[in-house]
């Protein structure tokens, strides 16, 4: 949850940590710190909030030392308030730490550390990593292996990126659980960080540390450790295909927006990913691991938490409709504590586009341990979940730094709607027919709304203009069937999280049991409801909306006069030029735009932080 970086080397260590922390805000932003070597002391700058708190501080005071060494850390807080004390990173005598992750036993720990005459100035959990560092040394043990058997007593998933001043120019970092990367510098040195973004600007040759790894980076290179056995250990590179200039934001004002315009790219990067373009088959897919896998599935559950568990629950309509596979859609934290009864031939796939959510991580880990087929849907290579599994099919948004997920989705939802066209021609159902036609037609989306998302376009604007008419409403209600459902929990997810506006998705059938009680003009109902086999269903649902006064948005399908008559607000979705019609089960690729947008244009008007909202952090790597 919180983010790591390190570096020893010849460039200027102030520089790299910042342009580091940046990179890795995304993942939690409740205090920032940096450690860096002035001769043969730490000095250790921190800060409660942002990163530009510290900014200038380490600017003011760069290390002229000739070999250049230190640590940083943006936090996301578990033990402990956001506060400048509780901030990594954490100093105990010569020992400087930072961490992510969880320690479980901590209480336990403090309590052992103030027995032995420790005093913790901080609330974390963190900080007691560095008297056990010094518990161990007072063995006799030299730095690495004391922080390699201070790192055995902590229970939990957690990393911990460590200096010492007795060693100047090493830096030790840990890993058991919560993700850490390393990579050799090309000037020299080695780079830490809790997620490959960071090292990008130096490299594309990383290192992915294994659970129970040490990496050792001084100004040689790097060593790698198994803290279990205490060897030194090989580690292969994985060579990442992100090049640093996706990360940029590019002329956009938030990455955000910059990431919704991506999203016919990121249809292209994925398609291409998984689909073999060359060949001209009814279906080419191209040999993904795990196929085998799929074909034999007789039933699919799939796990994932979020924004990841609502394209799950459109590859249930897609993969039951085209597959006829029964599929089920779990909530990770709630599948993890239940006696989930699963049954011979059942597969297991996780969605997760870090590959690093706890829960998701942890139900699947447990149906891994049960014997049972395991895959994942991950958008980062080298991932936990993806390290895990028996097999993975990569999506490929390249990184999404904007907080709230959007061409991440996106790929998601094709990687399932892929999974599912597949295997319904596979089994070779009447309903899967139609699935040659209807991926000709897929291939001509990316173009299509390639057109329609620019800043100055119509589609864009008009949702400004609505965004402006609708700001004001006191809550939102979301709603649609069939492909249209798990949009809306979509549109009301992105809302809350981004614009802090009280919405809630909604099946529209479900409205009169109970949710049209709280209708009334102040209340905007979202209603999506492009021309499909719910359409008609989806019109009464609206009327009876209509009749509680509430104001309605409608998105459909630019001729359909009808939801024209009977919104207060209309957003067209776009649509292929030339009135060709498109199948019902690719409106979700049109509609995910538009709830996307709708929502960043009225946390724009709110003017909320958008690509960092209050409270919330990337990668959800605690319970
Ligand atoms: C919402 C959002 C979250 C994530 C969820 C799962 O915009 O981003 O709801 O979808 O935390 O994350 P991953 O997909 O990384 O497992």
Partial sequence: MCGIVGYVGQRKVGDVLLKGLSRLEYRGYDSTGVAYFKGAHIEVKKSEGKLRNIEEMVKRDPSADRLQCGIGHTRWAT???????????????????????????????????????????????????????????????????????????LEGACSVVVMSEKQPGLIVGVRNGSPLVVALDPQGGAVFASDAQPLLEY??????????????????????????????????????????????????????????????????????GLLDRARTDPFPMAQQPGLAILEKAEEIIFIACGTSWHAALLGKYWLERWAGIPVSVELASEFRYRDPVVRRGTVIIGISQSGETADTLAAVNDMRRRGIPTMAICNVRGSTMSREVDATFFTSAGPEVGVAATKTFYAQMLAVFIMAGYLGLRRGRDTASKIPHIFQQLLKVPHMLESQLQQDGKFVKQIKEVAKRVVAQKGFFFVGRGYSFPISLEGALKLKEIAYVHAEGYAAGELKHGPIAMLDEDMAVVVLAPKDGWHEKTVSNLQEVKARGARIIGIGNPDDDKMKRFSDEFIPLPMPVGGESLDESLYPFLLAPAIQLLSYEIALLKGTDIDQPKNLAKSVTVE
């Avoid at 930072?98 to 052992?112: K, L, M, P, T, W």
């Fill in 79 to 153: 033990h402990g308030r956001p506060t400048t004390q509780n901030a990594h990173p954490h100093r105990t005598n010569h020992i400087v730490l930072v961490h992510n992750g969880i320690i479980e036993n901590f209480e336990s720990i403090r309590a052992d550390m103030i027995k032995l005459g420790h005093s913790p100035a901080s609330e974390t959990d963190s900080e007691l990593f560095g008297f056990l560092v010094l518990e161990e040394e007072k063995k006799g043990t030299d730095f690495p292996t004391s922080v390699q058997n201070a790192f055995r007593h």
């Fill in 203 to 272: 490299t594309r040759e990383v290192f992915f540390l294994e659970h129970g790894d040490m990496a050792i980076g001084s100004e040689k290179g790097i060593t790698f450790r198994d803290i279990r056995t205490g060897k030194e250990v090989k580690r292969e590179k994985t060579l990442l295909d992100w090049s640093a200039d996706k990360l940029d934001k590019q002329g956009f004002p938030h990455y955000m927006l910059k990431e919704i315009f991506e999203q016919p790219l990121t249809m292209v990067d994925t398609l291409n």
